[in-house]
């Protein structure tokens, strides 16, 4: 799987306090298929199809990146991102 970095998105990793930077397409993916915990809503189902976009070169990894960054924090995971 093509990585397709991006600046890294800081998420809440586990309930013990451990972070995770996620810091591509293919790392967000992964992230969100093996280990969210609030799937189904629209804002995880939009970043999931910005990852596939993105694996298939259909939308911009700052678009995808994005789309994670905001379903994350719907999930209540988000902590920070590294600027643009």
Request: proline share 2%; with cysteine; charged share 25%.
């Amino acid at each position: 799987m093509s990585k397709l970095p991006f600046p890294y998105v800081t998420i809440a990793a586990d309930e013990a306090g451990n972070t995770k930077n996620i810091a591509s397409v293919g790392e967000a993916a992964l992230w969100l298929i093996e280990h969210w915990s609030q799937k189904g809503s629209d804002k995880f189902e939009a970043a999931k199809r910005a990852c596939l976009d993105a694996l298939d070169g259909k939308m911009t990894c700052t678009d995808c990146r994005e789309a994670f960054i905001e379903a994350a924090k719907e999930a209540g995971i988000y902590i920070t991102h590294q600027r643009l």
